[in-house]
């Protein structure tokens, strides 16, 4: 069994910045891949960006040039740094994990965090 933590989410100004994380623990786990998604009122849950555990990244088109996905091998921790929050970026962002775990694949999500800009 694997859990997720994330922490960073409030209220931020618009052109405002904020840092996501999601740290992941548990027993004798591999990360496969790494992510946020996000999910405003009334909307799907869409990806914003993903990191795998070789460090290719992946970013929603929403996202690039304001958002940068990193990591932490060793603390098995993800970080979303959010630069230039615009009020279309409020919503609940949510951490997966694709974890591989005696040579099986189990996807992870944590609890959410919201994320609200607003002035």
């Known amino acids: 069994q694997v859990q997720l933590v994330e922490s960073g989410g409030g209220l931020v100004q618009p052109g405002g910045s904020l840092r996501l994380s999601c740290a992941a623990s548990?027993?004798?786990?591999?990360?496969?891949?790494m992510g946020w998604y996000r999910q405003a009122p009334g909307k799907q849950r869409d990806m914003v960006a993903s990191?795998?555990?070789?460090?290719?990244?992946n970013y929603a088109d929403s996202g690039k040039g304001r958002f940068t996905i990193s990591r932490d091998a060793a603390k098995n921790t993800v970080y979303l740094q959010m630069n230039s929050l615009e009020p279309e970026d409020t919503a609940v962002y949510y951490c997966?994990?694709?974890?591989?775990?005696?040579?099986?694949?189990?996807?992870?999500w944590g609890q959410g965090t919201q994320v609200t800009v607003s002035s």
């Open positions: 997966k994990a694709v974890i591989t775990s005696i040579g099986q694949n189990y996807i992870y």
């Open positions: 990191i795998t555990g070789g460090g290719s990244t």
């Open positions: 548990g027993n004798r786990f591999s990360i496969y891949s």
